[in-house]
């Protein structure tokens, strides 16, 4: 996954909002994002504003740290084979397309037999 992006700042970023018009509430949820390249660990935190008449009424934090670590597609085939799973498939993005080693965001179908 590509965790190493300009976006991991550390600034609060509108990410959503929805408005209910006949009762004149609006929910807004913000997000931001640290990185730490050499630990390869990503941290989230979502704030969630209630708005009533366009006044915040209330404010919901949630903060997850670490939220996301970043492994590399040898790194992740090696975790699986470790781990009992044959058949394993690589996947560039969320395509049919086979993974490289250039991706930075794959997925992997595998199987685990019976034991």
Same mark, same amino acid.
């Given at each position: 996954?590509? =965790?190493?992006?300009?976006?991991?700042?550390?600034? /609060? #970023? =509108?990410?959503?909002?929805?408005?209910?018009g006949e009762n004149g509430?609006?929910?807004?949820?913000?997000?931001?994002?640290? !990185?730490? %390249?050499?630990?390869?660990?990503?941290?989230?935190?979502?704030? !969630?504003?209630?708005?009533?008449?366009? #006044?915040? #009424?209330?404010?919901?934090?949630?903060?997850?740290?670490?939220?996301?670590?970043? !492994?590399?597609?040898?790194?992740?085939?090696?975790? =699986?084979?470790?781990?009992? !799973?044959?058949?394993?498939?690589?996947?560039?993005?969320?395509?049919?397309? %086979?993974?490289t080693i250039?991706?930075?965001?794959?997925?992997? =179908?595998?199987?685990? %037999? /019976? #034991?």
């Amino acid at each position: 996954m590509d =965790l190493d992006k300009e976006e991991h700042t550390g600034e /609060w #970023v =509108l990410a959503a909002e929805a408005a209910d018009g006949e009762n004149g509430v609006q929910v807004r949820r913000w997000g931001r994002m640290t !990185y730490d %390249p050499a630990a390869r660990i990503e941290s989230t935190e979502d704030r !969630y504003d209630l708005l009533r008449d366009g #006044v915040i #009424v209330e404010t919901e934090h949630h903060s997850r740290s670490p939220a996301t670590r970043s !492994y590399t597609l040898a790194e992740t085939i090696a975790m =699986l084979k470790e781990a009992g !799973y044959t058949a394993i498939r690589a996947h560039s993005n969320f395509s049919s397309r %086979p993974a490289t080693i250039a991706d930075r965001l794959f997925c992997l =179908l595998a199987e685990r %037999p /019976w #034991v």
